[in-house]
């Protein structure tokens, strides 16, 4: 963005000042620990290849397409959340809130992951996590996670952290650092690629990621996959609406989505097959839940030369992948509040920071002393991370899609994608019809699903 009071700064709003900068941004907000963290436990509890399978599916039929519809819902309205929607419809500014709402919740169990990322890099670094023996790493994660204080303390640390980027309006700043970082991430999974594939008895792994079961296709997996998709591309939380609100009217809107989502899935799959390769050279689960990443990249440090060292690199890009997202689910309420509710940036960002680290206590706590504790028979982080990937985002994605569809209508929606006309675009068409009638049928259905109401 073009000035220092960063997005949402009161001196009049500001605009990405490239293409690239805006690329970088979205991109930034999409690929974080959903790719690396979340795909590979969600791919590892829904039985492998199948569960890939119906994500690529729901990628292209409905990710892409919605990520161009925020994108033309955000810069199109200028403007926070609330009013963006509102502009086209003031019956629809309720998906603002609900992306306010969401925002909160999301935040506080996404930075507990965020601080077990701080935690691993620091460990790294003072070379006691290279001490540990491969077969020991689920313990000694299991020991960190279950313990009162110290993962509190770096949650505490992330969420700090992404208030202090917000607040000092430097995330233009984190932008130009990330275009040299996200690469170079891209280039260390390479490297991690290499080594996981090549461990003896990897190839079981790669053929459990690869081969669809379709036994395990059922309602659930499909919720599950579209759950990831959202999360993954960073939809349904109005993210994207309020970082297009800072775009130019000359950006190509359409090639735009087709990159970042490609970007995006293009990480999420190399991490399965960083991850995958390395549980079975171990003779770990794939189902191991929200620990895998954290038990399984450690251990393939261990079998690589200079392992503390790489292990050290990746991490701290890790955190910085996670920060680069954790500043996007911020900025949609730092937006709504300094623009609705007229608060200054530092306020809105430590009232922020402080209600999600609350948030995030009882989040961390289940994993460890309030194991027991359910609630819709779900510990605390499941009912959190449930609601939030496979209720609120897909509900405001189908919202989206209708109110694009059936209420802005064909002609405004496809003027503001094709920027007037001046982009000539044969996908275009296809993405208006994909969004009036695909989306909403195929996302009510797993909606219908997601609450219970059918039951596949
Ligand atoms: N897409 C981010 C990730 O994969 O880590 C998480 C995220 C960011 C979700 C922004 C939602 C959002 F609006």
């Not at 950006?251 to 399965?272: C, K, Q, R, Y």
């Not at 959190?384 to 496979?390: G, Q």
Request: some cysteine.
């Amino acid at each position: 963005m073009s000035n220092n009071k960063g997005a949402g700064g009161q001196m009049g709003r500001d605009q990405f000042r490239s293409r690239l900068g805006f690329i970088f941004a979205a991109a930034g907000s999409a690929i974080g620990l959903g790719n690396i963290w979340r795909f590979p436990y969600m791919t590892g509890a829904s039985g492998g290849g199948a569960f890939v399978l119906m994500y690529l599916a729901i990628v292209l039929v409905v990710g892409v397409s919605l990520l161009l519809v925020e994108f033309s819902i955000g810069r199109h309205g200028k403007a926070n959340a609330v009013d963006s929607y509102a502009k086209i419809n003031k019956s629809f500014a309720w998906i603002g809130y609900l992306g306010v709402f969401t925002s909160f919740l999301l935040i506080s169990y996404y930075s507990v992951v965020g601080g077990w990322t701080i935690f691993y890099t620091f460990k790294s670094a003072t070379g006691s996590l290279a001490s540990v023996p491969a077969d020991q790493m689920g313990n000694f994660f299991g020991g960190f996670i279950s313990k009162p204080l110290m993962p509190l303390f770096y949650h505490f640390l992330f969420i700090a952290l992404t208030v202090w980027i917000v607040a000092n309006g430097i995330s233009g700043g984190i932008e130009k650092y990330t275009k040299a970082l996200m690469p170079l991430l891209f280039v260390m999974l390479l490297i991690l690629l290499v080594r996981a594939i090549t461990l003896p008895g990897a190839m079981k792994g790669v053929a459990w990621y690869l081969k669809p079961d379709f036994s395990k296709l059922t309602g659930s997996t499909v919720v599950a996959a579209c759950g990831q998709v959202f999360f993954s591309l960073s939809l349904g939380l109005s993210g994207m609406v309020t970082y297009a609100s800072y775009l130019s009217k000359d950006e190509n809107l359409i090639s735009n989505s087709f990159i970042v989502a490609m970007a995006d899935t293009l990480i999420a799959i190399i991490a399965g097959f960083v991850i995958f390769p390395t549980i079975f050279a171990f003779g770990g689960e794939p189902s191991g839940g929200p620990g895998l990443v954290f038990i399984s990249l450690p251990q393939i440090f261990t079998k690589m030369p200079l392992g503390s060292v790489f292990a050290f690199i990746f991490f701290l890009l890790l955190v910085i992948a996670a920060l680069t997202s954790s500043i996007s689910i911020m900025e949609v309420c730092i937006t709504f509040f300094t623009e609705k509710v007229k608060w200054s940036r530092l306020k809105a960002s430590l009232f922020y920071g402080a209600v999600c680290f609350l948030l995030g206590v009882p989040v961390s706590l289940s994993f460890g002393m309030w194991g027991d504790v359910k609630i819709l028979g779900k510990g605390i982080f499941d009912l959190f991370d449930y609601f939030c990937s496979n209720i609120s985002l897909p509900l405001s994605g189908l919202a989206c899609a209708i109110l694009v569809g059936w209420f802005w209508g064909k002609d405004k929606a496809l003027a503001e994608v094709t920027n007037n006309g001046t982009i000539q675009s044969s996908v275009a068409g296809l993405w208006f019809f994909t969004v009036k009638y695909i989306i909403p049928i195929v996302l009510g259905i797993i909606f219908l699903q997601a609450i219970g109401i059918l039951n596949v």
